[in-house]
């Protein structure tokens, strides 16, 4: 089963213009929920997805700290992730 995500991924961004997550997983057909969990996601800092693929993340970072609300500065995510070097 497909979640649709190349289509996702290649119909989100450019020149689209959605008003909200529920509107972007309409005209995808995709459940909204999917996109209401891949946005955040997405929007993480470089530095700290690289982290998380390699491994590196702290052992608390679950997805649910992930799906949370977050700073959108990446120097706040690094912070609230605690992935900051501290």
Do not use: H
């Not at 119909?11 to 959605?18: D, E, M, Q, R, S």
Request: a negative charge; aromatic letters at 10%.
């Amino acid at each position: 089963m497909s979640l649709g995500a190349e289509n996702f991924c290649a119909g989100v961004g450019g020149n689209a213009n959605y008003e909200c997550m529920e509107s972007i997983a309409g005209e995808q057909r995709i459940c909204a929920f999917f996109v209401r969990w891949a946005i955040p996601l997405a929007l993480r800092a470089p530095d700290i997805v690289e982290g998380i693929l390699a491994g590196k993340q702290r052992a608390w970072l679950t997805l649910k700290e992930q799906v949370a609300l977050f700073p959108m500065k990446c120097e706040g995510q690094r912070v609230q992730f605690g992935m900051d070097g501290a």
